[in-house]
């Protein structure tokens, strides 16, 4: 569980694991996360693969509820204590979990 935000833990079927396999594959392709490619056996044996985080973009208020494993990946790589990442809605570089929206807008 990291420090700064909260997640949700979750159960999914295999089906939704597929479905989830599959995005993860196609945004490979597209080089819109780093590779190497992970199989579907080490991608579903992730610590992090039934667990999902609130995410809110600080810039336009979008809000989504995404799977944490890629970002514990990144938080890894980057030693960063929460996630960034760009808004689906806005594409701008300001989607941050919805604990962290809440401590950066009440500090303003
Ligand atoms: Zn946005």
Redesign the pocket.
């Given at each position: 569980m990291p420090k700064f935000f909260n997640t949700i833990q979750i159960k999914m079927t295999s089906a939704q694991k597929q479905n989830l396999y599959r995005a993860y594959s196609d945004n490979i392709d597209q080089d819109l996360i780093m590779g190497p490619k992970m199989s579907y056996m080490s991608f579903i044996n992730q610590p992090n693969l039934e667990v999902m985080v609130d995410m809110k973009?600080?810039?336009?208020?979008?809000a989504l509820r995404v799977n944490f494993a890629l970002y514990a990946e990144y938080m890894k790589l980057e030693k960063s204590p929460f996630p960034l990442d760009t808004?689906?809605?806005?594409?701008?570089l300001?989607?941050v979990p919805l604990d962290i929206y809440n401590k950066l807008i009440d500090s303003i």
């Amino acid at each position: 569980m990291p420090k700064f935000f909260n997640t949700i833990q979750i159960k999914m079927t295999s089906a939704q694991k597929q479905n989830l396999y599959r995005a993860y594959s196609d945004n490979i392709d597209q080089d819109l996360i780093m590779g190497p490619k992970m199989s579907y056996m080490s991608f579903i044996n992730q610590p992090n693969l039934e667990v999902m985080v609130d995410m809110k973009c600080l810039d336009c208020q979008f809000a989504l509820r995404v799977n944490f494993a890629l970002y514990a990946e990144y938080m890894k790589l980057e030693k960063s204590p929460f996630p960034l990442d760009t808004c689906p809605h806005c594409r701008k570089l300001q989607f941050v979990p919805l604990d962290i929206y809440n401590k950066l807008i009440d500090s303003i």
